[in-house]
Protein backbone atom coordinates (compact mmCIF):
# COMPACT_ATOMS: atom_id res chain seq x y z
CA UNK A 1 0.00 0.00 0.00
CA UNK A 2 1.64 3.44 -1.01
CA UNK A 3 0.09 6.84 -1.36
CA UNK A 4 0.42 7.10 -5.32
CA UNK A 5 -2.11 3.70 -5.03
CA UNK A 6 -4.71 5.12 -2.44
CA UNK A 7 -5.07 7.87 -4.11
CA UNK A 8 -5.39 5.96 -7.37
CA UNK A 9 -8.60 4.61 -5.59
CA UNK A 10 -9.84 7.93 -4.59
CA UNK A 11 -9.93 9.00 -8.14
CA UNK A 12 -12.34 6.34 -9.06
CA UNK A 13 -14.34 6.90 -6.61
CA UNK A 14 -13.77 3.95 -4.32
CA UNK A 15 -14.32 4.25 -0.21
CA UNK A 16 -10.98 3.92 1.12
CA UNK A 17 -9.77 1.86 4.14
CA UNK A 18 -9.32 3.48 7.67
CA UNK A 19 -5.80 2.03 7.15
CA UNK A 20 -5.51 3.76 4.01
CA UNK A 21 -7.50 7.27 5.29
CA UNK A 22 -4.52 6.95 7.52
CA UNK A 23 -1.45 7.01 5.48
CA UNK A 24 -3.09 9.78 3.63
CA UNK A 25 -3.89 12.00 6.23
CA UNK A 26 -0.13 11.26 8.11
CA UNK A 27 2.08 11.42 5.13
CA UNK A 28 0.73 12.47 2.17
CA UNK A 29 2.48 15.73 0.70
CA UNK A 30 -0.17 18.62 0.78
CA UNK A 31 0.18 19.94 -2.39
CA UNK A 32 -0.83 16.14 -4.25
CA UNK A 33 -3.80 16.14 -1.30
CA UNK A 34 -5.14 18.90 -2.68
CA UNK A 35 -4.67 18.09 -6.76
CA UNK A 36 -6.75 15.35 -5.86
CA UNK A 37 -9.18 16.86 -4.19
CA UNK A 38 -9.92 19.18 -6.34
CA UNK A 39 -9.91 16.88 -9.46
CA UNK A 40 -12.18 15.22 -7.46
CA UNK A 41 -14.39 18.28 -7.02
CA UNK A 42 -14.49 18.91 -10.36
CA UNK A 43 -16.15 15.59 -11.12
CA UNK A 44 -18.61 15.57 -8.17
CA UNK A 45 -20.21 19.22 -8.58
CA UNK A 46 -22.65 20.44 -11.04
CA UNK A 47 -20.51 23.01 -12.64
CA UNK A 48 -16.89 22.89 -11.72
CA UNK A 49 -16.52 26.75 -12.62
CA UNK A 50 -19.40 27.62 -9.92
CA UNK A 51 -18.78 28.18 -6.06
CA UNK A 52 -22.48 28.16 -4.41
CA UNK A 53 -23.30 30.52 -1.24
CA UNK A 54 -26.13 31.55 0.68
CA UNK A 55 -28.24 33.82 3.00
CA UNK A 56 -29.84 32.81 5.86
CA UNK A 57 -29.77 33.91 9.53
CA UNK A 58 -28.92 32.14 12.85
CA UNK A 59 -31.37 33.04 15.22
CA UNK A 60 -30.82 31.26 18.75
CA UNK A 61 -34.14 29.85 20.37
CA UNK A 62 -32.61 29.79 23.44
CA UNK A 63 -29.25 30.35 25.52
CA UNK A 64 -30.86 28.03 28.08
CA UNK A 65 -28.30 24.54 28.31
CA UNK A 66 -27.57 21.88 30.29
CA UNK A 67 -24.94 20.31 28.54
CA UNK A 68 -22.23 22.32 29.83
CA UNK A 69 -20.03 21.86 26.84
CA UNK A 70 -16.19 23.18 27.65
CA UNK A 71 -15.95 25.18 23.97
CA UNK A 72 -19.40 27.19 24.43
CA UNK A 73 -19.33 30.29 25.70
CA UNK A 74 -22.93 31.24 24.69
CA UNK A 75 -25.14 29.06 26.67
CA UNK A 76 -25.73 29.83 30.09
CA UNK A 77 -27.28 27.22 32.81
CA UNK A 78 -30.69 26.51 34.00
CA UNK A 79 -30.50 28.25 37.48
CA UNK A 80 -29.06 31.66 35.70
CA UNK A 81 -32.46 33.59 35.38
CA UNK A 82 -30.88 36.88 34.75
CA UNK A 83 -29.05 35.76 32.01
CA UNK A 84 -31.65 33.47 30.21
CA UNK A 85 -33.82 34.09 27.45
CA UNK A 86 -36.31 32.27 25.12
CA UNK A 87 -36.81 34.47 21.81
CA UNK A 88 -40.43 35.89 21.14
CA UNK A 89 -42.54 35.40 18.06
CA UNK A 90 -42.03 38.90 18.40
CA UNK A 91 -38.60 38.82 17.82
CA UNK A 92 -38.51 36.25 15.38
CA UNK A 93 -41.00 38.20 12.97
CA UNK A 94 -38.62 41.16 13.31
CA UNK A 95 -35.02 39.31 12.37
CA UNK A 96 -37.31 37.35 9.92
CA UNK A 97 -38.66 40.85 8.07
CA UNK A 98 -35.02 41.93 8.51
CA UNK A 99 -33.23 38.72 6.47
CA UNK A 100 -36.04 38.45 4.25
CA UNK A 101 -35.27 42.05 3.14
CA UNK A 102 -31.44 41.23 2.84
CA UNK A 103 -32.61 38.06 0.70
CA UNK A 104 -32.41 35.27 2.69
CA UNK A 105 -34.75 32.04 2.31
CA UNK A 106 -33.96 30.24 5.23
CA UNK A 107 -33.92 30.59 8.91
CA UNK A 108 -31.42 28.38 10.73
CA UNK A 109 -32.99 27.67 14.18
CA UNK A 110 -30.53 26.45 17.24
CA UNK A 111 -30.71 26.46 20.55
CA UNK A 112 -29.24 24.57 23.91
CA UNK A 113 -30.66 21.38 25.88
CA UNK A 114 -33.63 23.60 27.82
CA UNK A 115 -34.53 21.31 30.33
CA UNK A 116 -37.96 22.33 30.03
CA UNK A 117 -38.70 22.96 26.23
CA UNK A 118 -40.29 19.87 25.13
CA UNK A 119 -41.87 18.63 21.59
CA UNK A 120 -45.31 20.50 22.41
CA UNK A 121 -42.64 24.15 22.44
CA UNK A 122 -41.20 22.85 19.23
CA UNK A 123 -44.00 22.06 17.48
CA UNK A 124 -45.81 25.34 18.60
CA UNK A 125 -42.91 27.26 17.72
CA UNK A 126 -42.23 25.85 14.39
CA UNK A 127 -46.01 26.12 13.34
CA UNK A 128 -46.54 29.47 14.30
CA UNK A 129 -43.30 30.79 12.22
CA UNK A 130 -44.98 29.17 8.70
CA UNK A 131 -48.03 30.20 8.95
CA UNK A 132 -46.56 33.82 9.02
CA UNK A 133 -44.40 32.77 6.68
CA UNK A 134 -44.89 29.50 4.90
CA UNK A 135 -42.13 29.52 2.15
CA UNK A 136 -39.50 30.39 4.49
CA UNK A 137 -37.22 27.16 5.14
CA UNK A 138 -36.69 26.07 8.29
CA UNK A 139 -33.11 24.64 9.31
CA UNK A 140 -33.55 23.93 12.80
CA UNK A 141 -32.31 22.02 16.15
CA UNK A 142 -28.91 19.03 15.50
CA UNK A 143 -28.47 16.26 16.03
CA UNK A 144 -28.47 16.43 20.01
CA UNK A 145 -31.24 18.78 20.54
CA UNK A 146 -33.65 16.35 18.93
CA UNK A 147 -32.55 13.25 21.34
CA UNK A 148 -32.77 15.61 24.13
CA UNK A 149 -35.83 16.74 23.11
CA UNK A 150 -37.10 13.15 23.04
CA UNK A 151 -36.00 12.61 26.01
CA UNK A 152 -37.70 14.95 28.31
CA UNK A 153 -41.04 14.60 26.22
CA UNK A 154 -40.90 10.30 26.47
CA UNK A 155 -40.90 9.88 23.33
CA UNK A 156 -38.56 8.42 20.66
CA UNK A 157 -36.64 10.16 18.16
CA UNK A 158 -38.01 9.03 15.23
CA UNK A 159 -41.35 10.34 16.56
CA UNK A 160 -39.95 13.69 17.63
CA UNK A 161 -38.95 13.97 14.35
CA UNK A 162 -42.01 13.07 12.34
CA UNK A 163 -43.80 15.54 14.41
CA UNK A 164 -40.96 18.25 14.04
CA UNK A 165 -41.45 17.94 10.19
CA UNK A 166 -45.29 17.86 10.48
CA UNK A 167 -45.26 21.25 12.13
CA UNK A 168 -42.39 22.69 9.70
CA UNK A 169 -39.26 21.57 9.90
CA UNK A 170 -37.85 21.22 6.35
CA UNK A 171 -34.21 20.39 7.14
CA UNK A 172 -31.71 19.62 9.94
CA UNK A 173 -28.00 21.05 10.51
CA UNK A 174 -25.38 18.72 11.37
CA UNK A 175 -24.50 21.05 14.61
CA UNK A 176 -23.40 18.87 17.81
CA UNK A 177 -21.22 16.58 15.95
CA UNK A 178 -18.36 17.98 17.29
CA UNK A 179 -15.42 14.66 16.88
CA UNK A 180 -17.78 11.49 16.84
CA UNK A 181 -15.61 10.07 19.28
CA UNK A 182 -16.80 8.90 22.73
CA UNK A 183 -13.16 9.62 24.62
CA UNK A 184 -13.33 13.25 23.06
CA UNK A 185 -17.07 13.84 23.94
CA UNK A 186 -16.65 12.59 27.17
CA UNK A 187 -13.74 16.01 27.98
CA UNK A 188 -15.31 18.20 26.03
CA UNK A 189 -19.20 18.35 26.63
CA UNK A 190 -19.88 14.92 28.73
CA UNK A 191 -23.62 16.25 29.34
CA UNK A 192 -24.40 16.32 25.91
CA UNK A 193 -25.61 13.12 24.18
CA UNK A 194 -23.40 10.72 22.68
CA UNK A 195 -22.09 10.46 19.19
CA UNK A 196 -23.68 7.27 19.00
CA UNK A 197 -27.29 9.20 19.23
CA UNK A 198 -26.01 11.77 16.90
CA UNK A 199 -25.40 9.35 14.35
CA UNK A 200 -28.77 7.58 15.40
CA UNK A 201 -30.57 10.32 15.15
CA UNK A 202 -28.88 11.54 11.34
CA UNK A 203 -30.06 7.91 10.41
CA UNK A 204 -33.17 8.17 10.98
CA UNK A 205 -33.54 11.63 9.86
CA UNK A 206 -32.73 10.05 5.97
CA UNK A 207 -35.12 7.43 6.30
CA UNK A 208 -37.72 9.91 6.93
CA UNK A 209 -36.07 11.82 3.95
CA UNK A 210 -35.32 14.76 5.70
CA UNK A 211 -32.08 16.45 3.87
CA UNK A 212 -28.84 17.16 6.97
CA UNK A 213 -25.67 18.11 7.18
CA UNK A 214 -22.82 17.00 8.67
CA UNK A 215 -20.00 18.68 10.79
CA UNK A 216 -16.69 18.60 12.59
CA UNK A 217 -15.27 20.61 15.16
CA UNK A 218 -11.55 19.94 15.29
CA UNK A 219 -8.37 21.53 16.82
CA UNK A 220 -9.17 20.39 20.46
CA UNK A 221 -8.43 17.38 22.52
CA UNK A 222 -9.24 14.88 19.55
CA UNK A 223 -5.69 13.56 17.43
CA UNK A 224 -5.56 13.45 13.78
CA UNK A 225 -6.95 9.56 13.25
CA UNK A 226 -10.41 10.61 15.79
CA UNK A 227 -10.36 13.09 12.77
CA UNK A 228 -9.92 10.39 10.10
CA UNK A 229 -12.14 8.37 12.19
CA UNK A 230 -15.22 10.77 12.03
CA UNK A 231 -14.81 11.67 8.37
CA UNK A 232 -15.24 7.29 7.72
CA UNK A 233 -18.47 7.45 10.18
CA UNK A 234 -20.24 10.19 8.27
CA UNK A 235 -19.00 8.40 4.93
CA UNK A 236 -20.78 5.16 6.13
CA UNK A 237 -23.61 6.68 7.70
CA UNK A 238 -24.35 8.13 3.91
CA UNK A 239 -23.58 4.94 2.25
CA UNK A 240 -26.80 3.51 4.27
CA UNK A 241 -29.48 6.51 3.49
CA UNK A 242 -32.44 5.11 1.62
CA UNK A 243 -32.09 5.41 -1.83
CA UNK A 244 -33.80 8.49 -3.06
CA UNK A 245 -33.13 10.53 0.63
CA UNK A 246 -30.24 13.12 0.18
CA UNK A 247 -28.97 12.29 3.23
CA UNK A 248 -26.10 14.50 3.95
CA UNK A 249 -26.44 17.26 1.38
CA UNK A 250 -22.80 18.62 3.11
CA UNK A 251 -19.70 18.39 4.99
CA UNK A 252 -18.47 21.30 6.76
CA UNK A 253 -15.26 21.31 8.92
CA UNK A 254 -14.91 24.06 11.04
CA UNK A 255 -12.09 25.04 13.62
CA UNK A 256 -12.37 25.29 17.45
CA UNK A 257 -11.92 28.89 18.71
CA UNK A 258 -10.95 29.44 22.18
CA UNK A 259 -11.15 32.75 23.63
CA UNK A 260 -12.71 32.32 26.98
CA UNK A 261 -14.03 29.00 26.96
CA UNK A 262 -13.41 26.50 29.76
CA UNK A 263 -11.14 24.06 27.04
CA UNK A 264 -8.31 27.47 27.35
CA UNK A 265 -8.49 27.92 31.28
CA UNK A 266 -8.10 23.98 31.43
CA UNK A 267 -5.33 24.61 29.41
CA UNK A 268 -6.36 23.44 25.93
CA UNK A 269 -4.45 25.90 23.48
CA UNK A 270 -5.17 27.09 20.25
CA UNK A 271 -4.15 24.60 17.65
CA UNK A 272 -5.22 26.90 14.07
CA UNK A 273 -2.75 25.95 11.16
CA UNK A 274 -4.17 27.20 8.06
CA UNK A 275 -2.25 24.00 5.90
CA UNK A 276 -3.78 21.88 8.64
CA UNK A 277 -6.90 23.10 7.61
CA UNK A 278 -6.64 22.81 3.83
CA UNK A 279 -5.64 18.97 4.62
CA UNK A 280 -8.91 18.29 6.55
CA UNK A 281 -11.02 19.92 3.79
CA UNK A 282 -8.97 17.73 1.07
CA UNK A 283 -8.75 14.79 3.05
CA UNK A 284 -12.91 15.35 3.38
CA UNK A 285 -13.36 15.32 0.17
CA UNK A 286 -11.38 12.16 -0.72
CA UNK A 287 -12.81 10.59 2.11
CA UNK A 288 -16.34 11.32 1.64
CA UNK A 289 -16.75 10.47 -1.94
CA UNK A 290 -20.52 9.87 -1.59
CA UNK A 291 -21.41 13.61 -0.11
CA UNK A 292 -21.69 16.08 -3.06
CA UNK A 293 -20.42 19.50 -1.02
CA UNK A 294 -18.34 20.46 0.73
CA UNK A 295 -18.27 23.76 2.61
CA UNK A 296 -15.22 26.01 3.39
CA UNK A 297 -15.86 27.34 7.23
CA UNK A 298 -14.43 31.27 6.35
CA UNK A 299 -16.20 32.20 9.84
CA UNK A 300 -13.54 30.32 11.66
CA UNK A 301 -10.58 30.71 9.00
CA UNK A 302 -10.61 33.79 7.45
CA UNK A 303 -11.25 34.88 3.87
CA UNK A 304 -8.10 33.94 2.29
CA UNK A 305 -7.68 30.68 3.90
CA UNK A 306 -11.29 29.94 2.68
CA UNK A 307 -10.53 31.07 -0.53
CA UNK A 308 -7.58 28.84 -0.86
CA UNK A 309 -9.98 26.00 0.39
CA UNK A 310 -11.63 26.48 -3.41
CA UNK A 311 -8.97 24.86 -4.69
CA UNK A 312 -8.37 21.81 -2.02
CA UNK A 313 -11.41 20.04 -2.36
CA UNK A 314 -14.41 22.82 -1.40
CA UNK A 315 -16.98 24.19 -3.32
CA UNK A 316 -19.12 25.95 -1.48
CA UNK A 317 -18.70 29.28 1.13
CA UNK A 318 -21.55 29.16 3.11
CA UNK A 319 -24.32 31.68 4.44
CA UNK A 320 -23.56 35.53 4.80
CA UNK A 321 -24.84 34.61 8.20
CA UNK A 322 -26.85 37.52 9.02
CA UNK A 323 -26.67 36.58 12.78
CA UNK A 324 -24.20 33.98 14.14
CA UNK A 325 -23.60 34.20 18.16
CA UNK A 326 -22.49 31.37 18.87
CA UNK A 327 -18.88 30.74 17.27
CA UNK A 328 -18.62 34.47 17.47
CA UNK A 329 -18.72 34.15 21.05
CA UNK A 330 -15.51 32.49 21.12
CA UNK A 331 -13.21 34.79 18.95
CA UNK A 332 -14.71 34.48 15.53
CA UNK A 333 -14.35 37.37 14.50
CA UNK A 334 -14.61 37.27 10.03
CA UNK A 335 -17.95 39.03 8.71
CA UNK A 336 -18.96 39.19 5.01
CA UNK A 337 -21.81 40.57 3.38
CA UNK A 338 -23.56 39.61 -0.12
CA UNK A 339 -21.13 42.02 -2.45
CA UNK A 340 -17.57 40.85 -0.52
CA UNK A 341 -19.00 37.22 -0.62
CA UNK A 342 -18.81 37.32 -4.65
CA UNK A 343 -15.90 39.23 -4.73
CA UNK A 344 -13.97 36.55 -2.97
CA UNK A 345 -15.31 34.11 -4.74
CA UNK A 346 -14.64 35.57 -8.46
CA UNK A 347 -10.77 36.42 -6.80
CA UNK A 348 -10.74 32.87 -6.95
CA UNK A 349 -10.90 32.27 -10.42
CA UNK A 350 -14.98 31.30 -9.84
CA UNK A 351 -18.85 31.96 -10.31
CA UNK A 352 -20.73 33.00 -7.62
CA UNK A 353 -24.26 31.18 -7.47
CA UNK A 354 -26.48 31.69 -4.69
CA UNK A 355 -28.06 28.62 -3.25
CA UNK A 356 -30.63 27.33 -0.75
CA UNK A 357 -30.15 24.79 1.19
CA UNK A 358 -30.60 21.81 -1.12
CA UNK A 359 -27.63 23.39 -3.06
CA UNK A 360 -30.69 24.20 -5.92
CA UNK A 361 -29.21 27.69 -7.48
CA UNK A 362 -31.76 30.84 -6.77
CA UNK A 363 -32.12 33.85 -8.52
CA UNK A 364 -30.71 36.90 -6.26
CA UNK A 365 -33.17 40.20 -5.47
Not at 260 to 271: D, I, K, N, S, Y
Request: include cysteine; hydrophobic fraction near 40%.
Amino acid sequence: MNINDILEKALEREPLTREEAYLLYDEAPLQLLCSVADTLRQASVRDPHVVTWQIDRNVNITNVCKSGCKFCNFHCKPHQTELAYITTMAEYRAKIDEALRLGADQLLLQGGLHPRLGIEFYEKLFSEIKRHYPTLRLNALGAPEVAHIASISGISTRETLERLRSAGLDTLPGAGAEILSERVRKIISPAKPSAHDWVKVMHEAHLLGIPTTATMMYGHVETPHERVDHLITIRDLQAHKPEGSRGFTAFIPWVFCPKGTQLEREGVAPRFSALEYLRIVAMSRIVLHNIPNIQASWLTVGKDVAEIALRSGANDMGSIMIEENVVSSAGATTRFDKEAMKATITRAGFIPRLRNQLYDYREEI
